[in-house]
């Protein structure tokens, strides 16, 4: 006899609510139980079921039957031939089950059901989330490659390479600069590691005048890339270059420059 296939989440919580209110056959449970040994969020629902049925169960009140009920039954017993009657002895043997009253079910059902539903809205809750975060980082793409669109096709853009200071480090780059728009796109690689919280800074140089413009997060391999502020006369400036900074920015370089190049012109 083949395995039943894996139970899903969603099948689980259709079948929990039955399994809680002991209304299910005993494979339904045996896979029910079997998903939530291996599911933790589930198990947690399965008991949220139980506890449930347990405290709506103690709310309601137990019926004692009528007294007469018993003497009846007996006298009908034994006028019957052969002893109890078949039915009345299968349940005799059985082993004993709850009775639920009609507005028990319905109560208890309507719970469940509540509580069913509120698991589903959850998980809808985050998967439209997850969809609202998704689109945004995609509008979020699309601007930035409208943006840089914008640079690359700008008349007057400039495009240097950006080299480190020390000599016996790897890192490299790019930096293209649209002073029509006053913006630009800096690309680097192999940077140096930086402490967490920390961030390269990029600076416009002329004279003792430093102008920022922006900040760049490397990932893990020192690679990254980032927008920038670019000044409307750029070419004015002597150079560009990388500092580490502070995570939130300075307004004036507080370590060595890490790698940069010249803005103006050589005669060639």
Known sequence: MSEPAT???EEFLDLAAAVAL???????VRRVERHAAECPECARQLDSFREVAAVIGSAVPQLEPPAAL????LE?????RGGLPRSLAAARNRRPRFRFSAPWLVAAASFLVSLVAVGWLAMLQGDILALQNEAQAARDRA?????????LASDKLAVRPLRPIAQNVPSHGMVY???LSGTGMLMCHDLPPIEQGRAYQVWFVRGNERVSGGLLWPDRSGNGSTMIQVPTDVMSYESVGLTDEPGTGSSWPTTPRVMGTPLKETAQ
Do not use: K, N, Y
């Open 177 to 179: 600069m649209d002073p």
């Open 76 to 80: 009908a017993a034994r006028h019957t």
């Open 143 to 151: 601007a930035r490659f409208e943006r840089l669109s914008q640079v």
């Open 70 to 73: 018993r003497g009846r039954v």
């Open 22 to 28: 002991d209304a299910s056959d005993s494979e339904e």
């Open 7 to 9: 139970m899903t989440c």
